[in-house]
């Protein structure tokens, strides 16, 4: 069964860093992608970054570029989002989840692409 559990959000100051892992279990970790998406209060969920866990190769959304990594943790099945410069707007409950596919592009950050999710963790930005 496959299990995802987001740890790491909290509130810090604009300009901050944050670095969220979600903890995976129930899958061959190598074989799959992650991808971490976000929703602020009143919008819709939108991804933020995804990686392939086979090759390694990551795409980020536009809005996260420069600012944002992900990374994994193969020999802990770990997932981690650096957050770094933070901004009012990335206030969110930020989620990981598994997709059975990878591709460099925006594909990677639609919501179809992904069949299981974690409860999320959130993250406020604010002075």
């Given at each position: 069964q496959v299990h995802l559990v987001?740890?790491?959000g909290g509130s810090v100051q604009p300009g901050g860093s944050l670095t969220l892992s979600c903890a995976a279990s129930g899958f061959n970790f190598r074989t799959?992608?992650?991808g971490w998406f976000r929703q602020a209060p009143g919008k819709e969920r939108e991804g933020v970054a995804?990686?392939?866990l086979y090759t390694g190769q990551a795409y980020l959304a536009d809005s996260v570029q420069g600012r944002f990594t992900i990374s994994a943790d193969?020999?802990?099945n770990t997932l981690y989002l650096q957050m770094t410069t933070l901004k009012p707007e990335d206030t969110a409950t930020y989620y990981c989840a598994v997709g059975t596919s990878f591709s460099n592009d925006e594909r990677s950050l639609?919501?179809?692409e992904y069949h299981?999710?974690?409860q999320g963790t959130q993250v406020t930005v604010s002075s």
């Open positions: 987001e740890s790491g799959y992608c992650l995804a990686i392939s193969y020999a802990n639609w919501e179809s299981h999710w974690g």
